[in-house]
């Protein structure tokens, strides 16, 4: 059973719009969360990690945390067509070390 | 420049062979790992190794076999054993320790095809 789980989409924003992507996940243990842009046939590069309850902004990236609700959420301000990519959301029991996977989103930014 | 390489970048089996997939990584971390990845999925933990002559089983450990002789070196020998074994192989590599970022960062990867 996925202990991370986001909607495969696709998730398709016009270009200079929000786009909000969504992960619960069902182990509170899970601490620490990360957020993974995939381009296609390229490796996971690392944008976003969130540890405390609320809003952590970087640029037009913006990351948000409930860990009562047990969801995490990836918020993109006008969004540009290279932002078109899956988007992984992993999460992090510190005990273990290990990174827990989504199935990851994938964005598409129409111009 | 420091990073993590992985090599090759493609690499074809035939039935039977075993394959060794390599990884190194400069950025003095501990922990490495790796995971496999099938079109339109997420990523699953094959191995991972917190230090040097140390490594444990993830989730789909069957058929692969790792080592871990040097810090900087976690190569992957995908075995005849592994039934469906073409996937994308990604490496990862992050700071050993409890502290909240422990962000991982990977490699470029090696696409696996069976023939």
């Known amino acids: 059973q996925k202990e991370v789980e986001q909607n495969s989409g696709p998730l398709s924003v016009p270009e200079g719009a929000i786009a909000s992507l969504n992960c619960t996940y069902s182990?509170?243990?899970?601490?620490?969360f990360f957020w993974y842009r995939q381009y296609s046939g390229k490796s996971p590069e690392l944008i976003m990690s969130?540890?405390?309850?609320g809003d952590k902004e970087d640029g037009r990236f913006t990351a948000q945390l409930n860990k009562a609700s047990q969801y995490v959420s990836l918020l993109i301000r006008d969004s540009q067509p290279s932002d078109s990519a899956t988007y992984l959301c992993?999460?992090?029991?510190?005990?273990?070390?290990?990174?827990?996977f989504g199935g990851g989103t994938r964005l598409m930014v129409k111009p | 420049d420091g990073g993590i390489t992985q090599s090759p970048k493609y690499l074809f089996r035939k039935e039977g062979q075993n394959v060794t997939l390599s990884c190194e990584q400069n950025?003095?971390?501990?922990?490495m790992y790796w995971y496999r990845q099938d079109p339109g999925q997420g990523l699953r933990l094959i191995y991972y190794?917190?230090?040097?002559?140390?490594?444990q089983k993830g989730d789909i450990a069957e058929g692969y076999s790792v080592s871990r002789e040097k810090k900087e070196s976690f190569p992957l020998t995908v075995t005849s054993a592994q039934k469906n074994p073409t996937a994308f192989y990604l490496c990862?590599?992050?700071?050993?320790?409890?502290?909240?970022?422990?962000?991982?960062?990977f490699g470029p990867g090696t696409r696996l095809t069976v023939l």
């Open positions: 990862a590599s992050s700071i050993q320790g409890i502290i909240p970022h422990n962000e991982q960062f």
């Open positions: 182990d509170r243990g899970s601490q620490s």
């Open positions: 969130i540890y405390s309850n």
């Open positions: 992993a999460g992090l029991v510190y005990a273990g070390n290990m990174l827990t």
């Open positions: 950025l003095n971390h501990d922990a």
């Open positions: 190794s917190q230090i040097v002559n140390d490594f």
